[in-house]
């Protein structure tokens, strides 16, 4: 009966550990839309980090990753530029997901002066 205690605890500490983790690092959304090519951009800004996450989401039309590209860098410098950074760098590889009827394409950027 202890064990099954202590094992409940430990799972309920892990399970609420990245909660706890995460508090102070709120981030501010940021949204950009382009009607005539059905896609929008969520950024998500976390200011004591300044990492940005740029979730890219088109839906019914096929999939252009150059188009895609470049409405990120548009919008991201746009971002930039109104925050005061000069620079920034994608943080890790873009993450692509095919839903039915939407494409998704995540890209986690550091911004820096």
């Given amino acids: 009966m202890m064990r099954k205690f202590f094992l ?3 799972v309920v500490c892990a399970a609420l550990f ?3 983790a995460l508090e ?3 981030g501010q959304t940021f949204h ?3 009607a005539k090519k059905h896609a929008t951009i969520d950024m998500t800004y976390t200011e004591s980090t300044q990492n940005l996450l740029v979730v890219y989401k088109i ?3 096929p999939f252009d990753e150059g188009d895609a590209l470049i409405m990120i ?3 991201v410098l746009r971002f930039a530029d109104e925050h005061g950074f ?4 994608t943080y ?5 997901k095919y839903h039915d009827k939407e494409t998704e394409l995540i890209r986690f950027i550091v911004l820096y002066n």
Avoid at 92 to 96: E, L
């Fill in 8 to 10: 409940f605890a430990l």
């Fill in 18 to 20: 990245p909660l706890t």
């Fill in 24 to 26: 102070g690092y709120e």
């Fill in 32 to 34: 950009v839309e382009n």
């Fill in 59 to 61: 839906k019914y039309l």
């Fill in 73 to 75: 860098r548009d919008a």
């Fill in 86 to 89: 000069k620079h920034y760098r």
């Fill in 92 to 96: 890790s590889k873009d993450i692509i």
